[in-house]
């Protein structure tokens, strides 16, 4: 479109490319056996492209007789495998954020109806459940990496969007429905509690994973300067048509609103930028790119890409690829 263009509502005016979602596959329970034997049958590897149908692991049963086989649901990228379960991130999907943020900000700022112009940070979650609700801000820990028990969970976290640190499970999760908390934000999830997660009554946003994960400094920071500020939670499981995935609003006073910053899609990492670590073994550290290779690197997986150094806000250099890698506005 070009500046002067005449639109009518409902017109797509903009359209992005948003990572799909990440769909968890109980390998354990889809070939019988322990949770820990499980990974010996899987066929794939972490960063491994797949398509619907194919096969993630196999296994003979009375010697080659009959085999337990599990397929991909999805076509995507193997993101993680652990206790059991195979993570898969979906192919991204073209969606229009436009309407989508414009439907955000009548539910939380106008709830009345109308139309509300007004300026938003969006947490993208690297997981979620439920649907989408709104309330409070309230942070339950100190520091991203704490971890909490379903005791920390009081009566004065009803109606409110709390954050519980490194861990949620089944416990907290329950604790948290009883007392009719609005949301739940945490770092990493109990990978055991994920199948009944899925059927969540409340949302439920991970931001970094399975397991016990610190959330991302850059995003505790932002969490807890905006403390007490009605914010929409999505675990990205309603009936929206665009489905935008699992994300945490805050709406920012109008004096705060950024500006329009041009970031074209193609251009490559440079010294300076700021970006987030996605994967193991550095998920959710922040950090600078210091420098980057000219040539494709290969890893012990055969997989070539481009990668970068990264200084670590602990002062570590560290070598990631450019798919392990989020770009941060500075």
Known sequence: MDPGDTVE?????????????????????????????????????????????????????????????????????????????????????????????????????????GTTEAASVALRGAWGAGASAHGPLHLLVSTPGERLTWKSIGLDCKGNVVVVGAWLDRAISLRATRLRVCGIVAGGIDPQFVPEAHHSSIPLLITEGAGVMPISETIFELLVEHEGTEVLISGGRGSELEKPGPELVIPLPAEEAPGVIEIPSTRSLRPGDPVRLTRPPYQGYAGTVIGAESRLTRYRSGVQCPAVWVQLSDGRRVYVPYTNLELMSA
């Not at 995507?76 to 943020?101: E, N, Y």
């Open 9 to 113: 509502a409902n017109d797509i005016t903009a359209q992005s490319s948003v990572p799909g979602w990440i769909q968890i596959v109980d390998l354990a329970k889809a070939l019988g056996v322990p949770r820990g034997m499980a990974l010996q049958y899987a066929t794939v590897t972490r960063g491994e492209f797949v398509g619907e149908g194919d096969i993630l692991a196999q296994r003979s049963i009375l010697g080659s007789l009959w085999r337990r086989t599990c397929v991909a649901p999805v076509t995507g990228r193997v993101t993680d495998l652990t206790d059991g379960l195979i993570f898969i991130r979906s192919s991204p999907q073209l969606t229009t954020p436009g309407a989508r943020l414009a439907r955000k900000a009548d539910d939380t700022l106008s709830p009345h109806g």
